[in-house]
């Protein structure tokens, strides 16, 4: 079971507390309508399938309940960094 | 007969006698012992029968890589356990065991045949021969090779017992007592860390416990380990699993040692625990040598015959025999001579062996036959005598002995290195797999880390022999059946990666996940591949290290405890008015209040008739509740919900309709506005935590500029549903503050007032068709409303309904349930939904994709109403439906039934169905072909009763 610092909280919990809200860094268009259905297919389904760092969102789910961000090696499952939702990635 | 019990010697107490039987057999023991050894004292050598050729088989090794002698224990009913290996099981009073895989009794077993038959099944054999024809398969092939093949059987009755489960926290772990280990937590105990030493054997000692020199030591290193109060040391205890950041699972065994009438608390308990630092002190296992024969029982490791003998007292055989590639086997054979132990011969493939140690073995009066190899084992149950050849040479001699120890090196336990993602280095020397580098902080010690000196060998991947390989029965997986044959097939039918010729084999796919064969396998894939070993590759080790019990893995997850059963205030009124429940999202839910003797139907179609014709009331407490709160509320579900919200006056409700981006519904509810900055939400009973969830997941991250705050109230207010069309009369004596007359408050608003004196959000809202209120009111006060109502609804013949009733009245209705008539797929115009989403709407969660090609295009699959032709037919919910029942199969299926019930109101079955183009289809005859017959039914809008809605404005 991977211990994971959540930012806010300031401290490495267990993993059992944190629900997982994949890929980070995909902001919601600000307008959808305009998007074509091409651009709208890569919003909703195109993921990046890293073999090593990966940006991904982490929800202190039965703690603080704040969403966070984070990089995780896929290859090792070590957590480089966790970081506040909004700050750019890392 | 091989084994007896020697004189003197072993850590067995001479002066404890315990009785135990193996097949209905009795026999003695002594204090000590385990299985294995208190069974070789007495002369049994035959264990268990091999998996797929039924081969007789005694012990291989003395520790958890035994992979012959499983077998079953039974401490009576319902505590049977199987595929427990013998050296594992200690020894007590009343031990009862059976041995496994065989029919009828295992001296005389019919599966025997498949050995003399085993030239037909090679490796990949199942894969070849049962792939046609596919009926023959499953009613010849895979019923015969169960009864044929296979390890125990499973218990069928309850588990009494119970298990325990904990977390633990240290600075240092140290995985196994034997002397490096030991060493490990001592050192580490000085500093003043926690220390946990975890060992899976009876006693701590590990390989000190086969030699007598050490005991001295190991006394006293037991009483320092016990006397440090910051030093836990947990015997009987596996350590299965090596996860992230050093969180190590352990199993820990608490009553199985002691007879079931002794047992008492919990009989396992599960370890979970962090440690700062990680030392593996697994040690090592020795290697058996791969030759014809070398499965009779008698043929044993070097280091169980040691073990048998200086550890339990116990001669491996009466004239002892052993092969080594190995200096360790040397040693082995000069601490049993010494023992008393017979040695007639040491037999080496090397021709240069230590002078120190011919000179030893000339001073024991041991025979030694230098470059020379076992060809051949005499005997089938036991062994009866060895045929030696020397290298080269067909001039075989034969040895009369009845048990051969193998000494053929040693393969360091790096099993829970490698689930820490620990990588490995493969050492020529050891030729094995060592630790090499890992990220966290773990230390290998002592022989696990290849750090002991057990001397020097050569590793053979077959002992040279003059019969050609394919002619030999030559196991390198014992607990398979897998021979060196089957892996040079495996390479010449074109398989080359290790992996692959694992699984084509099996070979190390056995419970033992090949602690004993997996270095020899590879061995014998790297000579035949003429590549060296690392370029051929090595298995993974997957966790748990030895099998467990699915007891020990649950802990207390089980009956009440297997998951968590949610309770609304109003379940002990329920329970005492004779509801019948079911369980919906963990809540438990009355389904039907039966009456006398009502069969749920006949109580179903009451409650429904009183809905329509009086009143009845329903808890509808676990419904999801989100109270969404400042001065951006109204734009906050604006943006969520399908509907528009800006415009909803305080006050007034509305149905809101919850999509995901890709445009499907995933939830809906009424709400209500109570005030310009304050809403009421609700959601479905099993969507409370996933929409709060999704809600708070765009707040945080999308919008965290609107200033609105989510807190779920689920728990906080108890719902009453009183639904019918004397529904106000029942509570308008109760209710104060609000007027109730329908011009004042008509459907689909909210007033706040009182009822028995208590707040109340009272919604005027309908999920029966019929006139209908749901109170609100503060869970403590749940129960004491509920009655009130019941009370103040006798005058109006009110009944409880429960779910069932709930929803066939609103099937009735055409109004869905999220995740049953819908999953997943369905847009809110597949669903007949259309009207509530807002057209003038910019944007809302879910609008771009509703205007993808895919989901504007024709050929969806549209919800409509079923009418059968048969009206009291009830079509079976997830049967499928198509336009032609006469089609060959498999027919083109148009879509399925979602709900069905016999509706009591209408006289008839009604059902709702998932259907391509369905509204297309209205009047249209579709079929639905089942097992019984084809059933006819007309495709129909979904709105069964009151497609005006009058009823609502009652
Ligand atoms: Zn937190």
Redesign the interface.
Known sequence: ???IHCPYCAEARPEVEF?Y?GQAHI??PL???A?S?AD?EQY?YIRNNPRGRHHE?W?H?HGC???FNAVRDTV???FEVTYP??EAAR | MSGYRLPTGGRVDRAKSVSFSFDGQSYTGLAGDNLASALVANGVTLFGRSFKYHRPRGILGMGSEEPNALVTVDRGPGRTTPNLRAPSVPLHSGLVASSQNRFPSLKFDLGAVNDKLGAFFPAGFYNKTFMWPRSAWEKLYEPAIRQMAGLGDSPTSRDPDHYASTYAHCEVLVVGAGPAGIEAALAAAQSGDRVILVDEQEEIGGGALADPAQWAWLTDARAQLLALSNVQLLERTTAIAHLHQNFVVAVQRLTDHVAPAQAQGAREKLWRIRAARVVLAQGAIERPLVFDGNDVPGVMLASAGRSLALRFGVAPGHAVAVMATHDSGWHDALALAKAGVHIVAIIDVRDDVSSDLLDAAGAAGIAVHLNHAVIGVGGRHAVKSVTIAAAGSSAARTLSCDCLLMAGGWTPTVHLWSHAKGSLRWDADWAAYLPDSIDDNVIAVGGGAGAWNYGSGVAVSNLPSPKPVHQQKAFVDFQNDVKARDIRLAVQEGFRSIEHIKRYTTNGMATDQGKTSNINGLQIASEVLSKPVTAVGLTTFRPPYTPQTFGALMGHHKDALFQPLRRTVIDDWAVANGAVFENVAQWRRARYFPQGSETMDQAVARECLAVRERVGMFDASTLGKIEVVGPDAAEFLNRMYTNPWKSLEPGRCRYGLLLREDGFIVDDGVSARLAPDRFHLTTTTGGAARVLGMMEDYLQTEWSDLDVWLTSTTEQYAVIAVQGPLARAVIAPLVAGIDLSHEAFPHMAVREGTICGVPTRLFRVSFTGELGFEVNVAAEHGLAVWQAIHEAGQAHGIVPYGTETMHVLRAEKGYIIVGQDTDGTLTPDDAGLGWAVGKKKPDFVGKRSLARPDIVGAGRKQLVGLLTKDPQVVLEEGAQIVADPAQPVPMTMLGHVTSSYHSATLGRSIALAMLVDGRAKLGETIYVPMPGGTIAAEVTGMVFLDPKGSRLDA
């Open positions: 079971m991977l211990l629900a809200g902001a919601r307008d959808p309508s998007l259905d709208w909703l969102r929800r789910a309940g704040r969403f090792t499952d070590k939702a909004g």
